[in-house]
Protein backbone atom coordinates (compact mmCIF):
# COMPACT_ATOMS: atom_id res chain seq x y z
CA UNK A 1 0.00 0.00 0.00
CA UNK A 2 1.30 3.72 -0.79
CA UNK A 3 1.36 4.99 2.67
CA UNK A 4 0.74 8.25 2.99
CA UNK A 5 2.40 10.67 5.75
CA UNK A 6 1.08 14.11 6.48
CA UNK A 7 1.85 16.85 9.45
CA UNK A 8 -1.20 16.89 12.10
CA UNK A 9 -2.03 19.93 12.08
CA UNK A 10 -0.62 23.71 10.14
CA UNK A 11 -1.73 27.37 11.35
CA UNK A 12 -1.99 30.37 8.76
CA UNK A 13 -2.75 34.12 8.54
CA UNK A 14 -4.82 34.89 6.15
CA UNK A 15 -3.43 36.37 3.11
CA UNK A 16 -0.51 34.03 3.78
CA UNK A 17 0.22 30.93 1.20
CA UNK A 18 0.45 27.95 2.81
CA UNK A 19 2.24 24.73 1.53
CA UNK A 20 1.36 21.40 3.22
CA UNK A 21 3.52 18.07 2.14
CA UNK A 22 2.79 14.43 2.13
CA UNK A 23 5.45 11.86 1.86
CA UNK A 24 4.84 8.70 -0.21
CA UNK A 25 8.18 6.86 -0.54
CA UNK A 26 6.53 3.54 -1.80
CA UNK A 27 4.20 5.00 -4.12
CA UNK A 28 3.61 2.85 -7.45
CA UNK A 29 4.82 4.16 -11.04
CA UNK A 30 0.98 4.21 -12.05
CA UNK A 31 0.06 6.23 -8.81
CA UNK A 32 -1.19 9.60 -9.59
CA UNK A 33 -1.50 11.59 -6.09
CA UNK A 34 -5.08 13.27 -5.45
CA UNK A 35 -5.26 15.96 -2.51
CA UNK A 36 -8.67 16.62 -1.38
CA UNK A 37 -10.49 19.14 1.20
CA UNK A 38 -12.79 18.27 3.92
CA UNK A 39 -15.04 20.81 5.73
CA UNK A 40 -16.41 19.22 9.33
CA UNK A 41 -19.81 17.51 8.75
CA UNK A 42 -18.81 16.86 5.34
CA UNK A 43 -17.46 14.49 2.65
CA UNK A 44 -14.09 15.33 1.43
CA UNK A 45 -13.93 17.11 -2.06
CA UNK A 46 -11.20 16.87 -4.57
CA UNK A 47 -9.03 19.90 -5.09
CA UNK A 48 -6.08 18.76 -7.17
CA UNK A 49 -4.51 15.80 -8.49
CA UNK A 50 -0.77 15.34 -10.57
CA UNK A 51 1.37 12.46 -11.41
CA UNK A 52 4.34 14.55 -11.74
CA UNK A 53 5.91 18.25 -11.68
CA UNK A 54 3.82 20.72 -11.27
CA UNK A 55 0.05 20.90 -11.56
CA UNK A 56 -1.99 24.41 -11.12
CA UNK A 57 -5.60 24.88 -11.09
CA UNK A 58 -8.19 28.18 -9.72
CA UNK A 59 -7.47 26.92 -6.31
CA UNK A 60 -4.53 25.70 -5.88
CA UNK A 61 -1.02 24.27 -7.02
CA UNK A 62 0.49 20.41 -6.45
CA UNK A 63 4.37 20.29 -6.61
CA UNK A 64 5.76 16.61 -7.61
CA UNK A 65 9.28 16.35 -7.39
CA UNK A 66 11.33 13.79 -9.82
CA UNK A 67 11.36 11.32 -7.75
CA UNK A 68 7.95 11.35 -6.49
CA UNK A 69 8.16 10.40 -3.33
CA UNK A 70 6.40 13.20 -1.74
CA UNK A 71 4.49 16.04 -3.33
CA UNK A 72 3.50 19.41 -1.89
CA UNK A 73 0.01 21.58 -1.65
CA UNK A 74 0.04 25.06 -2.16
CA UNK A 75 -2.62 27.35 -1.43
CA UNK A 76 -2.10 30.56 -2.21
CA UNK A 77 -3.37 33.57 -0.43
CA UNK A 78 -5.45 31.17 2.30
CA UNK A 79 -8.40 33.27 3.47
CA UNK A 80 -10.73 32.02 6.58
CA UNK A 81 -13.05 29.65 4.68
CA UNK A 82 -9.64 27.35 3.92
CA UNK A 83 -9.80 26.11 7.12
CA UNK A 84 -10.56 22.44 6.49
CA UNK A 85 -8.88 18.75 6.63
CA UNK A 86 -6.44 18.25 3.60
CA UNK A 87 -5.92 14.81 2.36
CA UNK A 88 -3.30 13.31 -0.13
CA UNK A 89 -4.41 10.10 -1.85
CA UNK A 90 -2.00 7.89 -3.61
CA UNK A 91 -3.50 5.50 -6.77
CA UNK A 92 -6.40 6.36 -8.77
CA UNK A 93 -9.84 5.08 -8.47
CA UNK A 94 -9.59 2.31 -11.02
CA UNK A 95 -10.06 -1.30 -10.19
CA UNK A 96 -6.25 -2.66 -10.06
CA UNK A 97 -6.01 -0.10 -6.76
CA UNK A 98 -9.41 -0.11 -5.31
CA UNK A 99 -8.24 -1.73 -2.64
CA UNK A 100 -5.00 0.58 -1.84
CA UNK A 101 -7.29 3.79 -1.89
CA UNK A 102 -7.10 4.03 1.97
CA UNK A 103 -6.30 8.06 2.92
CA UNK A 104 -3.80 8.73 5.99
CA UNK A 105 -4.51 10.96 8.71
CA UNK A 106 -4.70 14.26 6.53
CA UNK A 107 -3.49 17.65 7.69
CA UNK A 108 -5.80 20.19 9.65
CA UNK A 109 -4.96 23.95 8.82
CA UNK A 110 -6.63 26.52 10.80
CA UNK A 111 -6.46 29.81 9.10
CA UNK A 112 -6.54 32.77 11.28
CA UNK A 113 -7.70 36.15 10.77
CA UNK B 1 -22.27 18.44 -6.87
CA UNK B 2 -22.31 14.98 -7.65
CA UNK B 3 -25.66 12.99 -7.06
CA UNK B 4 -24.95 11.02 -4.61
CA UNK B 5 -27.73 10.81 -1.48
CA UNK B 6 -26.60 8.67 1.64
CA UNK B 7 -29.38 7.28 4.06
CA UNK B 8 -30.15 7.49 6.83
CA UNK B 9 -27.85 10.49 7.68
CA UNK B 10 -28.26 9.81 11.07
CA UNK B 11 -29.00 6.95 13.21
CA UNK B 12 -28.51 5.29 16.78
CA UNK B 13 -28.80 1.85 17.16
CA UNK B 14 -27.68 -0.76 20.08
CA UNK B 15 -25.18 -3.61 20.08
CA UNK B 16 -25.91 -6.38 18.47
CA UNK B 17 -29.09 -5.14 15.95
CA UNK B 18 -28.57 -5.13 11.79
CA UNK B 19 -28.13 -1.72 10.19
CA UNK B 20 -28.00 -1.09 6.71
CA UNK B 21 -26.56 2.18 5.29
CA UNK B 22 -27.43 3.11 1.60
CA UNK B 23 -25.95 5.20 -0.80
CA UNK B 24 -27.35 6.28 -4.07
CA UNK B 25 -26.13 7.87 -7.27
CA UNK B 26 -27.58 9.61 -10.02
CA UNK B 27 -24.26 10.09 -11.94
CA UNK B 28 -24.31 6.53 -13.28
CA UNK B 29 -20.62 6.14 -11.91
CA UNK B 30 -19.71 2.54 -12.06
CA UNK B 31 -16.97 2.33 -9.01
CA UNK B 32 -18.52 2.90 -5.23
CA UNK B 33 -17.13 3.16 -1.80
CA UNK B 34 -17.92 2.96 1.34
CA UNK B 35 -15.30 4.99 4.09
CA UNK B 36 -15.26 5.20 7.88
CA UNK B 37 -14.12 8.08 9.51
CA UNK B 38 -12.70 8.23 12.63
CA UNK B 39 -10.48 10.52 14.75
CA UNK B 40 -6.68 10.10 14.45
CA UNK B 41 -8.02 7.33 11.51
CA UNK B 42 -9.01 9.87 8.27
CA UNK B 43 -10.72 7.56 6.06
CA UNK B 44 -10.28 4.07 5.62
CA UNK B 45 -11.64 1.94 3.02
CA UNK B 46 -14.57 -0.88 3.86
CA UNK B 47 -15.46 -2.47 0.66
CA UNK B 48 -15.52 -1.29 -2.97
CA UNK B 49 -17.52 -1.87 -5.92
CA UNK B 50 -16.81 -1.68 -9.45
CA UNK B 51 -20.11 -3.32 -11.30
CA UNK B 52 -23.23 -4.70 -9.91
CA UNK B 53 -22.36 -7.70 -8.35
CA UNK B 54 -18.87 -7.08 -8.53
CA UNK B 55 -17.73 -6.33 -4.80
CA UNK B 56 -14.47 -7.12 -2.96
CA UNK B 57 -12.67 -5.90 0.54
CA UNK B 58 -10.87 -2.71 1.70
CA UNK B 59 -8.71 -1.94 4.74
CA UNK B 60 -11.69 -2.54 7.43
CA UNK B 61 -13.92 -5.15 5.92
CA UNK B 62 -14.34 -7.43 9.27
CA UNK B 63 -17.70 -7.00 10.34
CA UNK B 64 -19.23 -5.44 7.23
CA UNK B 65 -20.74 -6.35 4.11
CA UNK B 66 -22.00 -5.01 0.74
CA UNK B 67 -24.31 -5.39 -2.10
CA UNK B 68 -24.79 -4.13 -5.41
CA UNK B 69 -27.82 -5.23 -7.21
CA UNK B 70 -28.26 -1.88 -9.01
CA UNK B 71 -25.70 0.54 -10.55
CA UNK B 72 -27.50 3.30 -8.76
CA UNK B 73 -27.29 1.20 -4.80
CA UNK B 74 -24.39 0.45 -2.80
CA UNK B 75 -25.81 -1.01 0.67
CA UNK B 76 -23.27 -1.46 3.45
CA UNK B 77 -24.34 -3.51 6.22
CA UNK B 78 -23.07 -4.42 9.58
CA UNK B 79 -24.77 -7.56 10.61
CA UNK B 80 -25.03 -7.25 14.10
CA UNK B 81 -23.51 -3.94 14.89
CA UNK B 82 -21.09 -3.42 17.83
CA UNK B 83 -19.47 0.19 19.71
CA UNK B 84 -16.27 -0.21 17.45
CA UNK B 85 -18.41 0.65 14.44
CA UNK B 86 -19.13 3.79 15.77
CA UNK B 87 -18.38 6.12 12.75
CA UNK B 88 -19.41 8.50 10.53
CA UNK B 89 -19.10 6.65 7.07
CA UNK B 90 -18.87 7.91 3.88
CA UNK B 91 -20.27 6.51 0.46
CA UNK B 92 -17.42 7.50 -2.91
CA UNK B 93 -18.27 7.17 -6.41
CA UNK B 94 -15.77 7.46 -9.72
CA UNK B 95 -15.96 6.79 -13.19
CA UNK B 96 -12.62 6.26 -14.14
CA UNK B 97 -11.57 7.65 -17.66
CA UNK B 98 -9.50 4.90 -19.39
CA UNK B 99 -6.14 4.27 -17.63
CA UNK B 100 -5.85 7.70 -16.78
CA UNK B 101 -6.54 10.16 -13.59
CA UNK B 102 -10.52 9.95 -11.92
CA UNK B 103 -11.52 11.53 -8.74
CA UNK B 104 -13.78 10.43 -6.26
CA UNK B 105 -17.07 12.37 -5.37
CA UNK B 106 -18.29 11.63 -1.83
CA UNK B 107 -21.43 11.62 -0.38
CA UNK B 108 -22.32 14.13 2.89
CA UNK B 109 -21.82 11.13 5.44
CA UNK B 110 -24.23 8.79 7.72
CA UNK B 111 -23.32 9.12 11.36
CA UNK B 112 -23.74 5.67 13.23
CA UNK B 113 -24.30 5.22 16.87
CA UNK B 114 -24.01 1.73 18.21
CA UNK B 115 -24.77 2.31 22.11
Known amino acids: LAKTTQPISMDSYEGQEVNITCSHN???????ITWYQQFPSQGPRFIIQ???TKVTNEVASLFIPADRKSSTLSLPRVSLSDTAVYYC??????????????FGGGTRVLVKP | DAGITQSPRHKVTETGTPVTLRCHQTENHRYMYWYRQDPGHGLRLIHY???????DKGEVSDGYSVSRSKTEDFLLTLESATSSQTSVYFC??????????????FGEGSRLTVL
Open chain 2, 49 to 55: SYGVKDT
Open chain 2, 92 to 105: AISEPRGSDTGELF
Open chain 1, 89 to 102: LVGLPNKAAGNKLT
Open chain 1, 26 to 32: NIATNDY
Open chain 1, 50 to 52: GYK
